[in-house]
């Protein structure tokens, strides 16, 4: 279940990101290990112009992906989705083609909809239910920095409920089932830590020849890859550039989709401190092209206010590149702190131009940086992960 956006959707646009690639990822991952597995995908098809109902991808054999349609979901923001789910969960009852064995929904608002399923349809049939948050309400309260706004108080209430009734609860890190059992008060044995994995046939290292600025100690090649909006800190990258030395020349790559009313926000600031010219914007990019970029970087810059683990991180790690993070909950276990990247403390302008400045000037550091973090993303496959998820599906069907 992944109601608000498709495992097929661009990562960077739109809602697009880190959870899409999880989805599609585990899913390769696990269609490749149980050649008996098949799977039911659905997801709210929000659009003016219907597209096919039902969707066979080449990237996922033996799965239907179920474009749902909605009369009220039709150009529906994702803030109003909240109000269509129980709408979403009876078209879903009845566009499914078989009853499932187990159910995995994707956020929150997929929760809802199980939640609704089992009063709708499951009520006399026994449904092992996983889920997993990706995000949740107190974590990016908890975290928020300027122009972030609070989550409703209806997310909070919807997730508190899909933790008293979901059968187990994924989490990606240690310090998230944490966070579930001290925010939500999970039961401990609910939750079930799975580590993400990285791509490692896309994102994967070249000779260190290609790096744009590989051996200098005043000029570097940094790239920011994710949806342009507060919580991913774009513009602590943007005053910080405006903080550096007039010795150091920093060329600079935010990928992501730039539309909104905050992309623009970032481009007037950039004319405003003089530091414009030394950025370029792009839309978002396929895997394989995010990867040349990560491939050509000297440093990769995640400035995320919350994760709950950070794939970019962990996909340049993978490329070679030093990384830069966010001292913040998932980043923490993405990213080995003075080994495979560093994490900066503070989320402020000042602090974030001081760990520019000293990777900049550290040219040999960022060569060791990036050879351990390719060691480190190499035992950390989507394959590792979805042998875990499928151990923890046949348990729960064997209980069921």
């Not at 909605?70 to 709408?87: C, N, R, T």
């Not at 994924?170 to 310090?175: G, I, R, S």
Request: some cysteine; aromatic content about 8%.
């Amino acid at each position: 279940m992944s109601m608000h956006t498709s495992p097929l959707d661009q990562p960077g646009t739109a809602d697009a990101g880190g959870m899409n690639v999880y989805i599609l990822r585990s899913l390769q991952a696990l269609l490749k290990l149980y050649p008996n597995l098949s799977v039911e995908v659905f997801t709210l098809d929000t659009s003016s112009s219907p597209s096919e109902s039902v969707q066979v991808s080449e990237f996922l054999p033996r799965t239907l992906i179920h474009n749902v349609r909605v009369d009220s979901a039709v150009g529906a923001a994702k803030e109003q989705l909240p109000l269509i789910v129980d709408d979403f969960a009876m078209a879903v009852s009845r566009s499914a083609v078989k009853k499932p064995d187990v159910v995995h929904s994707h956020y929150w608002l997929s929760g809802m909809c199980v939640l609704s399923l089992r009063e709708i349809t499951w009520k006399d049939y026994s449904v092992p239910w996983v889920h997993t948050m990706h995000t949740t309400a107190a974590a990016k309260d908890a975290r928020s920095g300027q122009g972030e706004d609070r989550e409703p108080q209806a997310r909070y209430e919807g997730e508190q409920k899909i933790c008293r009734e979901v059968t187990s609860l994924v989490v990606n890190t240690v310090d998230e089932a944490q966070q579930m059992v001290r925010w939500y008060g999970v039961q401990k044995e609910k939750v079930v830590v799975i580590p993400p994995g990285v791509d490692t046939h896309v994102f994967h290292d070249v000779v260190p020849s290609r790096r744009a600025h590989e051996g200098s100690s005043s000029q570097c090649f940094l790239v920011f890859a994710g949806r342009p909006q507060p919580l991913k800190g774009v513009h602590i990258l943007v005053e910080a550039l405006a903080l550096l030395p007039p010795d150091i020349s920093i060329r600079c790559a935010f990928i992501g989709q730039g539309s909104s009313e905050y992309h623009r926000q970032l481009v007037s600031r950039a004319q405003e401190l003089g530091v414009d010219e030394c950025i370029d914007f792009y839309p978002s990019f396929p895997p394989e092209k995010l990867a040349e970029f990560f491939r050509q970087a000297d440093i990769v810059a995640v400035p995320s206010s919350s994760e709950t683990f950070g794939l970019v991180a962990l996909e340049a790690q993978a490329c070679g590149a030093a990384v830069l993070a966010s001292d913040v909950d998932g980043l923490r276990s993405a990213v080995a702190d003075g080994v495979s990247g560093v994490l900066v403390a503070s989320r402020t302008p000042e602090a974030w131009a001081f760990a520019l400045e000293r990777m900049v000037r550290s040219p040999q550091r960022r060569r060791l940086l990036g050879h351990n973090g390719v060691q480190r993303a190499r035992v950390k496959t989507w394959e590792h992960s979805a042998e875990d998820m499928l151990s923890l599906y046949r348990t729960l069907m064997s209980l069921a």
